[in-house]
């Protein structure tokens, strides 16, 4: 018996106990191919065969995954060729695919490769991103001018099964602000992983849960960016001040900012102002965007009470679909 027969006999033998999640698929002399699952995206299929000169040479490898990304697996394949190249003259298969489950074991957000390497690219450079492999999670500090919000993001282990968590969240923006990006940002996530409740019509298609750190970072990136400038659209003032200590956090001030569904802003003053001034007919639309006002702090008729109050036990709290729910 020569050294790849023992190899490949030691391999089959060992491999399931020694190597976590693995099912040995092929192990003969022009193959070796292990399917090595932590979760149902966590899986990757390594292909090995062996070299001319083994065990003189490295194997060679080749490393798949239906759910991971591409270029993730190609810097993975690259450290595996250095691994084997430490173990030349001894036996490589086993070593590696130990090596390659401690590597999904340690890194657990190889899972968002490709979302974080997207969302590092609409990053500012005094904006930070903190990997925590460790941890599972993100450290995420954005900033614009003086405003800043930061955030831990955590990826749970079945993600995208399960949605990404806001947790330890951290502004200088005026509260009612501060309460919309964490609202908003697990709103989004959780919009990912659940199906619509059936006010509509059941889509024909089965629910299938999608990523949501992207959605969500990117959500909050182009909130804490585009909002210290903002108009109001009544006085066409911007809205927040330069420095975030100079904002007015009384919710009941006159220029205290309030925040339309549609995302645009007025100074309460304003609004009040607007709301009062004809024309009504049609109700009162946004002046930008012409979407209808909707506001918590101005008044609604039973009905419309009562259906906000039926929608919000349901969680059906889809803001897409505020325009259909106020009609
Ligand atoms: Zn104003
Ligand atoms: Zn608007």
Known sequence: MGFIDDELQEVSKLCQNVVDGSRLVSCVRTMVRVEITKTRCK?????????????YTPLLIELKSKTLSVKLLDGLTEVCEKECKNLLGKAQVLPILKFIRNFIDENPLICCYDEISAIKKILEHDDELKLKQKYSCINLKIKKGLYYFKAKIEVPDNYPVAC???????????????????????ELARQCVEPPLNLKKKSQSPFV???????????????????????????????????????????????????????????????????????FHGGKKCPTCEQRIYHEKWGMSDKLAEERWAHQQARARELAEVEDFLT
């Open 43 to 55: 899986t990757i299929i390594v292909c090995i065969q062996f070299s001319k000169d083994y065990p």
């Open 164 to 186: 990404v968590k806001l947790e330890d969240a951290d502004t200088n923006f005026p509260p009612l602000f501060a309460r919309h990006f964490i609202g908003q940002g697990k």
């Open 209 to 279: 849960p999608t990523p949501s750190l992207k959605v969500v970072i990117s959500f909050l990136i182009n909130s804490v960016k585009t909002l210290p400038q903002e108009h109001c659209q009544s006085c066409r003032q911007t809205c927040l001040p330069p420095n975030p200590e100079n904002a007015e956090t009384n919710e009941t001030a006159n220029m205290h900012v309030e925040r339309l569904y549609c995302g645009h802003l007025f100074h309460l003053r304003c609004l009040v102002t607007f709301m009062k001034t004809p024309p």
